[in-house]
C-alpha cells in the first residue's frame, strides 16, 4: 500500500511539475505565483464557508436523530478539497475546487458512497 501511495504522490508532483512549466512558458513566473497564492486564499476561505455550513448540517440531522452520513462524506470531501487547494498546482487546484464546489461534490460523495459499500459487502462474502 506504501508503494502506490509512493506513486501516486510522485507521478502528481511530476505532472504538476510538467503543467507549472508549460504554463510558465506561456503566462510567465509572476502570474504562476499569483495563481497559486490567490488558489490557496480561495482554498481557505471556501474550506471555512463550506466546513461550518456541513458542521451545523451535521449538528441539525444528529438532533433531529438522524444518522448524517451524508454529511459527514461532505465534509471529508472540503476537507480533502481545502487541502488540495493549498497545495500550489494546477490540477490538485481543480481537484480540490471539485472536491469544494457543492455542485460538484455530491457526485464525488456518491462515488465515496459506493466505493466504501462495495468494500463493505465484498468483506462480508468471504
Same mark, same amino acid.
Given at each position: 500500500? /506504501?508503494?502506490?501511495?509512493?506513486?501516486?504522490? +510522485?507521478? $502528481?508532483? !511530476?505532472?504538476? &511539475?510538467? =503543467?507549472?512549466? @508549460?504554463?510558465?512558458?506561456? $503566462?510567465?513566473?509572476?502570474?504562476?505565483? &499569483?495563481?497559486?497564492?490567490?488558489? +490557496? $486564499?480561495?482554498?481557505?476561505?471556501?474550506?471555512?464557508?463550506?466546513?461550518? /455550513? $456541513?458542521?451545523?448540517?451535521?449538528? %441539525?440531522?444528529?438532533?433531529?436523530?438522524?444518522?448524517?452520513?451524508?454529511? =459527514? %462524506?461532505?465534509?471529508?470531501?472540503?476537507?480533502?478539497?481545502? !487541502?488540495?487547494?493549498?497545495?500550489?498546482?494546477?490540477?490538485?487546484? =481543480?481537484?480540490?475546487?471539485?472536491?469544494? @464546489?457543492?455542485?460538484?461534490?455530491? /457526485?464525488?460523495?456518491?462515488? !465515496?458512497?459506493?466505493?466504501?459499500?462495495?468494500?463493505? %459487502? +465484498? +468483506?462480508?462474502?468471504?
Amino acid at each position: 500500500m /506504501k508503494k502506490y501511495v509512493f506513486i501516486g504522490l +510522485s507521478g $502528481i508532483a !511530476i505532472v504538476e &511539475f510538467m =503543467v507549472f512549466i @508549460l504554463v510558465g512558458q506561456y $503566462i510567465g513566473v509572476l502570474p504562476i505565483i &499569483f495563481i497559486s497564492v490567490c488558489t +490557496s $486564499i480561495i482554498g481557505i476561505l471556501l474550506l471555512k464557508k463550506q466546513g461550518i /455550513k $456541513i458542521m451545523n448540517d451535521i449538528k %441539525l440531522q444528529l438532533s433531529r436523530g438522524q444518522v448524517p452520513t451524508d454529511a =459527514v %462524506l461532505d465534509g471529508i470531501c472540503v476537507i480533502i478539497g481545502g !487541502i488540495l487547494l493549498l497545495i500550489p498546482g494546477y490540477v490538485t487546484d =481543480v481537484i480540490g475546487l471539485v472536491c469544494l @464546489l457543492p455542485l460538484t461534490r455530491g /457526485k464525488v460523495r456518491d462515488t !465515496i458512497k459506493g466505493y466504501i459499500q462495495h468494500r463493505v %459487502l +465484498s +468483506s462480508y462474502r468471504r
